[in-house]
């Protein structure tokens, strides 16, 4: 049997146009043809955008927040931060990128995004958009966000991971994994102090958010005094994570395990100390005459 369909009419497109809007089409329309118009006036330098690039990787305000470092599945996932991507794209010139709310949906807990990069050179784009739910996944559960500066900074948190995508994908893979290598001897050589001063500041650093240097050790397999370069460079990319509440840190520095050994063990030896100490000292024999 067949049901007739009912045709959905689209919705009437609005009769009048306001000035704001007329005024904010032009300029938009305005600003892409002259953004086109300078990108092609004024072409990109690969030499001059290598150059750049270095000596942003050089520096220790850069490398620092260069990569993240975040659980998942029982393991941990690492790669280049936003911030990197950012750099990428000024170095590299002739670039536009951004991140846009679409629309908030307080009923249905979510937001409708988009991020976007595009190579105005190349006439590359890349778009993303993407659905962002108002809840969090914490401690083995989601947790459903309610207030507004919550919503505000997951909306955020998302929006810059799918940006880093799309500026990653209109910029070429050698120019991104040369930045990420300068980051990384940058990581490993410090900031000019010596080694021990740097594994001494490491731990500073992390007994300040409860982490201990035994904690420290587990972790990196091995005594405070045989850590390297790239260790401290490791402790470093963890610590920039957890500020930024992309880890956990009992995920990330987990608990040492006590043995039933080691539980007996320090039950018996309080005990054995207080009967020694408290144990009364042997009267006098009073059977036997004092020498005279």
């Known amino acids: 049997m067949n049901y007739p369909v009912q045709q959905q009419n689209p919705a009437p497109a609005p009769t009048r146009v306001g000035q704001g809007t007329a005024v904010e089409q032009s300029r938009a329309v305005a600003e892409v043809q002259a953004a086109i118009y300078v990108a092609r006036q004024f072409p990109r330098s690969v030499s001059s955008a ?13 490398a620092g927040k260069a990569f993240y470092r975040f659980p998942r599945a029982g393991g941990a996932v690492s790669g280049s931060s936003i911030h990197l991507a950012k750099a990428l794209a000024q170095s590299w010139g002739n670039i536009q990128f951004g991140v846009t709310e679409l629309r908030r949906d307080d009923d249905y807990k979510q937001s409708e995004m988009q991020a976007w990069a595009w190579d105005v050179e190349a006439n590359s784009r890349h778009v993303l958009t993407f ?65 021990a001063e740097r594994i001494a500041g490491a731990i500073k650093v992390f007994d300040s958010l409860g982490v201990t240097k035994d904690r420290l050790e587990l972790k990196l397999g091995r005594p405070s005094e045989q850590w390297t370069g790239p260790d401290i460079a490791q402790l470093l990319i963890t610590h920039k994570s957890i500020q930024r509440r992309e880890i956990a840190i009992d995920e990330e520095f ?37 020498q005279q």
């Not at 290598?50 to 850069?62: E, P």
């Not at 309610?146 to 995508?165: F, H, K, P, S, T």
Request: aromatic residues 6%; hydrophobic residues 40%.
């Open 131 to 195: 659905i962002v739910p108002h809840a969090r996944f914490a401690k083995g559960k989601v947790e459903a966000l309610v207030d507004l500066r919550d919503i505000y900074e997951n909306n955020a948190n998302n929006g810059a991971r799918r940006l880093r995508e799309a500026i990653f994908a209109v910029i070429p893979d050698w120019f991104i994994e040369e930045a990420e290598e300068l980051c990384r001897e940058t990581l490993n050589k410090g900031d000019g102090k010596p080694l």
């Open 50 to 62: 290598r150059g750049s690039i270095h000596s942003a990787c050089q520096s220790m305000a850069l």
């Open 254 to 290: 987990p608990q040492p395990k006590v043995t039933a050994d080691e539980i007996k063990a320090n039950q018996k030896a309080p005990a054995k100390a207080t009967t020694a100490a408290t144990e009364p000292a042997p009267w006098p024999d009073v059977t036997q005459p004092p």
